[in-house]
């Protein structure tokens, strides 16, 4: 018997019309979870500020390795 794995998926194949040849659906709650690390330059600051107002952004990382959660903050307007 194989391993039991705790973080899995599965890809089902799906007749989707809207998708290409190369292209894979993926449920809305998993895409949500997933994090993309993104290093911060000075062209893309405003687009990882809007990430961050729009609740897109779940943690930054600073130079030091030390973690903030977004989630236990409050935005700016709050």
């Keep these: 018997m194989g391993k039991r794995v705790v973080f899995s998926a599965r890809t089902v194949i799906t007749p989707d019309p809207n998708l290409s040849i190369d292209q894979v659906g993926v449920p809305y709650t998993i895409a949500r979870n997933l994090t993309v690390p993104e290093i911060v330059t000075p062209f893309n600051t ?33």
């Design 46 to 78: 405003k687009w990882l500020q809007e990430l961050i107002s729009h609740n897109a952004a779940k943690y930054i990382i600073l130079d030091t390795s030390d973690k903030i959660d977004l989630r236990l903050h409050p935005k700016p307007s709050d």
